[in-house]
T-cell receptor, first 112, second 111 residues
Framework: EDQVTQSPEALRLQEGESSSLNCSYTVSGLRGLFWYRQDPGKGPEFLFT???AGEEKEKERLKATLTKKESFLHITAPKPEDSATYLCAVGRGETSGSRLTFGEGTQLTVNP | NAGVTQTPKFQVLKTGQSMTLQCAQD?????MYWYRQDPGMGLRLIYY???????DKGEVPNGYNVSRLNKREFSLRLESAAPSQTSVYFC??????????FGPGTRLTVL
């Protein structure tokens, strides 16, 4: 059974204080590790897809990295507008309809 | 280009009532998905449609039915709503890669 565990559950940072969110996973036949951002009352918004260990992707203050067992979302010099819940998900093979298994998310608050 | 749209945004039902949640996408995507999101449980897959004309059960299908009406539209039906179905429901779509794009959600309360 696929499993995704995100830590910490909640993280409070001061503006400019860099940190990392963790996503540990177990899946047979990984077909992508996905990061989404979700604002209160909204649907998840796609951020990154990582496919193989060692891969990194960046977008503004966010950088996602992948190993064989976990992924990190690094947030550099965060701003209050980065406050959101960050969701991690793993995808399985095409024969499974590219189903995603999600973690419970990390709720990030950035104080000014 | 509206992406994925869902109606209604909010709904309150009484136990035993039925309703259909509507989802449409204008991105010409092949696959569509229905999830529910509950506190402490994360997003869980209810049903999905890999392509027009096919539907399959996800992780939590009991109490729900789906219809893939055409390539654009994928509806979720609750035949006899129960308080345990109080949740936020999200529809998503995917074209051929692996990334799913989500709608804004429907907030359902069953009394």
């Amino acid at each position: 059974e696929d499993q995704v565990t995100q830590s910490p559950e909640a993280l409070r940072l001061q503006e400019g204080e860099s940190s990392s969110l963790n996503c540990s996973y177990t899946v047979s036949g990984l077909r992508g590790l996905f990061w989404y951002r979700q604002d209160p009352g909204k649907g998840p918004e796609f951020l990154f897809t990582l496919y193989s260990a060692g891969e990194e992707k960046e977008k503004e203050r966010l950088k996602a990295t992948l190993t064989k067992k976990e992924s990190f979302l690094h947030i550099t010099a965060p701003k209050p507008e980065d406050s959101a819940t960050y969701l991690c998900a793993v995808g399985r093979g095409e024969t499974s309809g590219s189903r995603l298994t999600f973690g419970e998310g990390t709720q990030l608050t950035v104080n000014p | 280009n509206a992406g994925v749209t869902q109606t209604p945004k909010f709904q309150v039902l009484k136990t035993g009532q039925s309703m259909t949640l509507q989802c449409a996408q204008d991105m010409n995507h092949n696959s569509m998905y229905w999830y529910r999101q509950d506190p402490g449980m994360g997003l869980r897959l209810i049903y999905y449609s890999a392509s027009e004309g096919t539907t399959d059960k996800g992780e939590v299908p009991n109490g729900y039915n789906v219809s893939r009406l055409n390539k654009r539209e994928f509806s979720l039906r609750l035949e006899s709503a129960a308080p345990s179905q109080t949740s936020v429901y999200f529809c998503a779509s995917r074209i051929g890669g692996d990334t799913q794009y989500f709608g804004p959600g429907t907030r359902l309360t069953v009394l």
